[in-house]
């Protein structure tokens, strides 16, 4: 299957300072990335959509000024969490999709990261 | 809205077999996906239906009745390391749209 992998896999950090996580499509190229945040216990939660080229689209709920993403290649998608509180701890995941005849549309999940803000 | 269910939590028995349940109201259909996720990681990619039917892989069989809005994953031969959570999902929307989840099912499996 393809490969999706995602940095830092845990990030400890005080409140108020920004995280970067990144997520990259290694053997394949990923038009868009779709980013889940999931709580102890609880589902994935969609968060967004990251279009390559153009801008994210955010669910209902979800701030995009906190919540920063950004599809700069076919390859590489970043979320920024911005002025992170400790509510805001949490797995975030990112997967993408790969098109074509010989695949259904699964979403290919990477690591996650698990943010810990203090 | 979208609303997908399944059951909190099952128990099953090792070598046993064991059925987990997911109804969808959607406001669309495009396929429904099962996911396994063990704890602390990322989900990986069990089944896909998108007609009505029975879909076979091995130890796991999906079904799906798009007319009840209704799948179920069965698991045989349940082995000790099929203890994770299952997710049910849905694309609502055509293949270049997002795929929504349900709060998933943790498994436990008892020797």
């Known amino acids: 299957g393809a490969v999706v992998s995602q940095h830092p896999s845990w990030v400890i950090c005080k409140s108020g300072t920004s995280v970067k996580i990144e997520c990259r499509s290694l053997?394949?190229?990923?038009?868009?990335m779709f980013w889940y945040r999931q709580f102890p216990k609880q589902s994935l939660m969609l968060m967004a959509t990251?279009?390559?080229?153009?801008?994210?689209?955010?669910e209902q709920g979800v701030e995009k000024d906190k919540f920063l993403i950004n599809h700069a290649s076919l390859t590489l998608s970043t979320l920024t969490v911005t002025s992170a509180h400790p509510e805001d701890s949490s797995f975030y995941i990112c997967?993408?999709?790969?098109?074509?005849?010989?695949?259904?549309?699964?979403?290919?999940f990477g690591e996650g990261s698990r943010l810990t803000v203090l | 809205g979208q609303n997908i269910d399944q059951p909190t939590e099952m128990t099953a028995t090792e070598g046993a077999i064991v059925q987990i349940n997911c109804t969808y109201q959607?406001?669309?259909?495009?396929?429904l996906f099962w996911y396994q996720q063990h704890a602390g990681e990322a989900p990986t990619f069990l089944s896909y239906?998108?007609?009505?039917g029975l879909e076979e892989k091995g130890r796991f069989s999906s079904f799906l009745s798009r007319s009840k809005g209704y799948s179920y994953l069965l698991l045989k031969e349940l082995q000790m390391k099929d203890s994770a959570s299952y997710l049910c999902a849905v694309r609502p929307r055509p293949i270049d749209d997002k795929i929504i989840f349900g709060k998933g099912t943790r498994l436990h499996i008892l020797p």
């Open positions: 997967s993408a999709r790969v098109l074509g005849t010989a695949g259904v549309g699964e979403l290919f």
């Open positions: 990251s279009n390559e080229g153009s801008k994210a689209t955010y």
């Open positions: 053997d394949f190229q990923a038009t868009t």
């Open positions: 959607t406001s669309g259909f495009n396929g």
């Open positions: 239906n998108v007609l009505d």
